[in-house]
């Protein structure tokens, strides 16, 4: 089952499953997640939008902005100039 990124931010506005521990498949590669947060102020490094519903995890293989205007996993590490990798949801 592919878990698209609009699904992992209702799971996470649910909370319905414990997102952290969990190990998911990006295009750049496998990921556990160490932790996780919605409502932050931190914009979308692809589409540059910010929404409380967004999610940022950190995982053991880099930072992963989950985006539900994009509908994209973003690999970055948190900084302006970033070469961003995206996995379609």
């Known amino acids: 089952m592919l878990l698209t990124p609009k ?4 799971i996470a506005k649910e909370g ?3 997102i952290e521990g969990t190990k998911l498949g990006f295009a750049w590669g496998k990921g556990q997640v ?9 914009p979308c490094p692809k ?4 929404c409380k519903e967004c999610l940022v995890m950190k995982t053991d ?4 902005y989950v985006c539900s205007h994009c509908q994209e996993f973003v690999l970055w590490n948190g900084g302006e100039d970033d070469d961003v990798q995206m996995q379609e949801g």
């Open 61 to 64: 293989t880099g930072d992963v």
């Open 34 to 42: 160490l932790f996780w947060s919605a409502n932050t102020s931190i």
């Open 16 to 18: 319905t499953a414990d």
């Open 7 to 10: 699904m992992l931010i209702q």
């Open 47 to 50: 589409c540059e939008r910010q």
